[in-house]
T-cell receptor, first 112, second 113 residues
Framework: QKEVEQNSGPLSVPEGAIASLNCTYS??????FFWYRQYSGKSPELIMS????GDKEDGRFTAQLNKASQYVSLLIRDSQPSDSATYLC????????????FGSGTRLSIRP | GAVVSQHPSWVICKSGTSVKIECRSL??????MFWYRQFPKQSLMLMAT?????????EQGVEKDKFLINHASLTLSTLTVTSAHPEDSSFYIC?????????FGPGTRLTVL
């Protein structure tokens, strides 16, 4: 089992709709979770971090964490063409000397 | 604000040569830096964790004698790809630990001919 798993996509969403991205992780003791956005040829940029169960909202982005299910998601409301990118889920694995491991990423395409 | 820089942003070298990539934290000190490698259309693979003043911790399958990491100061970590081969061509990205997360540098694209 991979430590951090994501659907690779591509996920195609019409402009203005909600894009939903999902991620599961294997390490039960992990405490820190991140969503990064990566445009082609560029390095990742942090969108959201979440540490507690529940929802965390920042503008059009909402991160959701469920530690019991080992599941973290990212919702993007009012999707824009500029949101088209690869979204990477990352987990700080406390049980592995506190290193940050990435999922394989989900490619999101917002169609006009 | 806090920024991580990398140099060079791209490099082309001949097979068999060594290439050094620098990662600097600007306006903050980074006790821990991570080095990742990313092949086209793949995710970031952690190569090693670099701690200032101590030996780097390498991930399974990463040759420590081939990928030399030096974290000599709180603002600088370097990755040297020794005797580079075409299969080492990749996008190398460093990340400085900030809190429990990471702040990424812009990456270095290495092409080995």
């Amino acid at each position: 089992q991979k430590e951090v798993e994501q659907n690779s996509g591509p996920l195609s969403v019409p402009e203005g709709a909600i894009a939903s991205l999902n991620c599961t992780y294997s390490d039960r003791v992990s405490q820190s979770f991140f969503w990064y956005r990566q445009y082609s040829g560029k390095s990742p940029e942090l969108i959201m971090s979440i540490y507690s169960n529940g929802d965390k909202e920042d503008g059009r982005f909402t991160a959701q964490l469920n530690k019991a299910s080992q599941y973290v998601s990212l919702l993007i409301r009012d999707s824009q063409p500029s949101d088209s990118a690869t979204y990477l889920c990352a987990v700080n694995l406390y049980s592995s000397a506190s290193k940050i491991i990435f999922g394989s990423g989900t490619r999101l395409s917002i169609r006009p | 604000g806090a920024v991580v820089s990398q140099h060079p942003s791209w490099v082309i070298c001949k097979s068999g040569t060594s290439v050094k990539i620098e990662c600097r934290s600007l306006d903050f000190q980074a006790t821990t830096m991570f080095w990742y490698r990313q092949f086209p259309k793949q995710s970031l693979m952690l190569m090693a964790t670099s701690n200032e003043g101590s030996k780097a911790t390498y991930e399974q399958g990463v040759e420590k004698d081939k990928f030399l990491i030096n974290h000599a100061s709180l603002t600088l970590s370097t990755l040297t790809v020794t005797s580079a081969h075409p299969e080492d061509s990749s996008f190398y990205i460093c990340s400085a630990r900030v809190g429990t997360g990471g702040l990424f540098g812009p990456g270095t694209r290495l092409t080995v001919l």
